[in-house]
């Protein structure tokens, strides 16, 4: 292809609103622009790549053994009804009404549709296994859509769904979905990690995510030293601290005035204590009228983990409006504490942390007030009927798991698999019949893969200063081809036959034909990222010689013109796959 026909609009100035290389480089390089808040239009070169990638997730996934469909982004709200997910999804599912006045939803993914489908045309055991995937746009209303197109509102997904008769089944299945998305990252040169993972809104028994590891990676990893275990914040599960040692005639709890301190750093300072021992109490609720309330304790330097909290909670459960905590403590905001509660709540869920405290401080449930002196155990139950202790917080610095220590790094989820069980199949009525005649639900998995976040996570993965250093096999072409001197006819006609001979041999070659300086073209070559260069200049043409350059050597080879298309195709391909090619 011809630069000078095509519509690559670089640039040197960092856009003001990216915060990240991957999305000002994106920018720059003229791969995407930006339509409007989460939305982004893919030109030429941002799309070629995304093309790429497409393809080797195309292929992995058929030859896994999965089928490719095409379900609408438009599907009926009356399914995610059915499902109960309307309210999981909450304001990220888009809903609209149309002229009919039937109410929409646009897809942010697929379960409900692919498994009524497969409930209407599946009923024996003899149709099972199957695994329908397909790759296309998904909606969801993020409230912060940010970091380009890692976090947008509109986002190409592949999903795969899985649908099994047996649970030997559903792991043969889900091991095939790991195993195709592990092709895929390495065949695309991205560096990955995978974490076990909470189910989150999509629900289910198993999960696991594939992350890329990057600092400016929104998801916290959690890993022991060797990586044997890894798990992204949600999920990591924390050894019990031992318990603080008893004290002997511990004092009685005394109520201490607290006014106009409304932080756990100010109560702290004011009571000349530590976060360490203070019991911070978090009300949740559930149901219509909020009227299920699930207390949490974690002590006052950790921070409640919801997704571990919904293990002792219904679904649906949120923090608790302010009517809920002032009815129950009988205080204003900021004062409850666990004295005397447990009587009043549906459930007490106490962390380990709190219950291994010796003594600690907490909200006096009266405004204004704190309790200190508070022993767990004796001012408060760790045991009964609705009263819990478990991990119920985030992991922190100096945390272990099963007795190693923790150590905490950021990553960008790129691919997530889950085992659903029969959460979808029962809801929709996609059973089968087994070989005894028996009516059974399918066992199903679900697969997802975000196209975008690869190639802006390989971006952030790989680039310098000059710009984007992206691996071959998804980069926008392969090849670059510089002609320098526009005004020599041997230039121009020698940088046109190799371009015209590698893209016969099948390679992705991009001929910078542009009336533009050396200088600028040298680097809109670096910036838009091509893995090798070739440049056809005056000076070397009069030795017969152009030079070479992959995207991450520091110096050009001068090589004679004649070898060029060969010592590219070696580059790219390594001097066998070269060879073959050559010969076709
Ligand atoms: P996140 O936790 O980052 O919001 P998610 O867990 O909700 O993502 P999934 O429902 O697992 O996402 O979707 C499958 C894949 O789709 C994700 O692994 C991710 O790669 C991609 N994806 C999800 N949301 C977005 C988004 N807003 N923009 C771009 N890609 C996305
Ligand atoms: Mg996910």
């Known amino acids: 292809m011809r630069y000078s026909q095509l519509l690559i609009p670089t640039a040197k100035e960092v856009p003001a609103e990216a915060e990240i290389p991957s999305h000002q480089l994106m920018i720059r390089a003229g791969y995407i622009r930006k339509v409007a808040s989460g939305t982004y239009l893919y030109l030429l070169l941002g799309w070629r790549s995304l093309r790429k990638i497409m393809e080797i997730v195309r292929q992995e996934m058929d030859a896994a053994g999965a089928q490719e469909v095409s379900a609408p982004i438009l599907q009926p709200h009356e399914l995610w009804q059915q499902t109960g997910r309307d309210v999981d999804y909450g304001p990220n599912l888009c809903v609209f009404t149309d002229r009919h006045d039937r109410r929409n939803a646009l897809a942010p993914t697929a379960e409900e549709v692919i498994t009524s489908i497969v409930a209407a045309e599946v009923s024996s055991y ?33 999903d795969a769904y899985s649908f099994d008769a047996d649970s030997p089944g559903l792991d043969k299945s889900y091991q095939a979905m790991y195993d195709a998305y592990c092709r895929i990252f390495e065949r695309c040169g991205v560096k990955y990690v995978v974490v076990q993972a909470e189910s989150g809104e999509i629900g289910g028994t198993g999960s696991q995510e594939f992350m890329v590891p ?18 992204n914040i949600q999920k990591a599960e924390v050894d019990a601290l031992p318990k603080a040692a008893e004290i002997p005639d511990a004092p009685a709890m005394e109520e201490v005035h607290t006014p106009d301190v409304g932080t756990i750093e100010a109560v702290c300072e004011f009571l000349k204590t530590k ?23 974690v002590r006052g330097d950790h921070d409640v983990n919801e997704a571990k909290l919904r293990h002792f909670a219904e679904p649906g459960t949120q923090l608790a409006g302010e009517r809920v905590i002032v009815e129950m403590t009988g205080a204003g905001i900021g004062f409850a504490g666990p004295v005397g509660l447990a009587g009043k709540v549906t459930k007490l869920v106490i962390d380990h942390a709190v219950a291994a405290l010796a003594i600690g401080t907490t909200g006096a449930n009266k405004s204004n007030y704190h309790m200190r002196n508070v022993v767990p155990g004796r001012d408060f139950p760790l045991a009964g009927e609705n009263v819990f202790v478990g991990d119920i917080r985030n992991a922190v610095e100096g945390d272990t798991h099963q007795g190693e220590a923790l150590t905490f790094s950021r990553g960008i989820e790129v691919g997530h698999v889950f085992k659903l069980g029969t959460k979808y199949s029962t809801c929709l009525g996609a059973t089968f019949t087994d070989e005894a005649g028996v009516d059974k639900p399918c066992l199903m998995g679900c697969y997802g893969i975000g196209v975008n976040r690869i190639l802006a996570s390989a971006i952030e993965l790989y680039h310098d200063k000059n710009g984007i250093v992206l691996p071959a096999a998804i980069a926008p072409f392969e090849v670059i081809v510089l002609g320098l001197n526009n005004d020599k006819p041997e230039v121009v006609a020698e940088a046109k036959r ?87």
Do not use: C, W
């Open 214 to 231: 990057t600092p400016v990676g929104e998801d916290v990893i959690v890993h022991t030293a060797d990586g044997s275990y890894a798990a």
């Open 275 to 297: 976060p360490q021992e203070m019991i911070k109490t978090l009300v949740y609720a559930a149901g219509e009228a909020e009227e299920h309330v699930y207390v949490a304790l």
């Open 498 to 584: 190799i371009h015209d001979e590698l893209a016969a041999a099948g390679v992705d070659v991009l001929l910078d034909d542009r009336d533009a300086r050396p200088g600028v073209k040298f680097k809109d070559a670096d910036l838009i990222g091509i893995p090798v260069r070739i440049v056809v200049g005056e000076r070397g043409m009069k030795e017969g010689n152009v030079e070479i350059k992959r995207r991450t050597d520091a110096k050009p080879s001068a090589i004679a013109a004649g070898d060029a298309v060969a010592t590219a195709m070696e580059l790219l391909r390594g001097p066998a796959e070269a060879a073959k090619e050559q010969s076709r």
């Open 126 to 158: 003899k149709q099972l296994p199957i695994n329908l995937y397909q790759i296309n746009e998904k909606f969801r209303d993020e409230f912060r859509p940010r970091f380009g197109v890692l976090r947008s509102r509109e986002f190409i997904m592949k």
